[in-house]
């Protein structure tokens, strides 16, 4: 079994910025892509970025030249800094990991970008 664990959510002002961590753990031989979605608020959830087990990054163009997204692969853990965040940022952000061709969901954490 493997569970996702997120971390660093929480309310920030616009042009802010916050750093997510995922972390997983179990059954976590293989870890091949780790991502980020997020669920705004009445919508459907939406790919924010993803890194491939060698390291290549890929972005929604929505988050393009603000996010980045890395990995720690020793410490089975995604990272996704997020700099001069936009309400429309606020969402529900979860990590996701494929492992042996099966994907796995953290439980999510709220990104809140208010004034």
């Known amino acids: 079994q493997v569970q996702l664990e997120e971390s660093g959510g929480g309310l920030v002002q616009p042009g802010g910025s916050l750093t997510l961590s995922c972390t997983a753990s179990?059954?976590?031989?293989?870890?091949?892509?780790m991502g980020w979605y997020r669920q705004p608020p009445g919508k459907e959830r939406e790919l924010v970025a993803v890194?491939?087990?060698?390291?290549?990054?890929n972005y929604a163009d929505s988050v393009k030249g603000r996010f980045t997204i890395s990995r720690d692969s020793t410490k089975k853990t995604a990272y996704l800094q997020m700099n001069s965040l936009k309400p429309e940022d606020t969402a529900v952000y979860y990590c996701s990991a494929v492992i042996y061709g099966e994907r796995y969901w953290g439980k999510g954490t709220l990104v809140t970008v208010s004034s």
């Open positions: 890194i491939s087990g060698r390291g290549s990054p």
């Open positions: 179990g059954s976590t031989f293989n870890i091949n892509n």
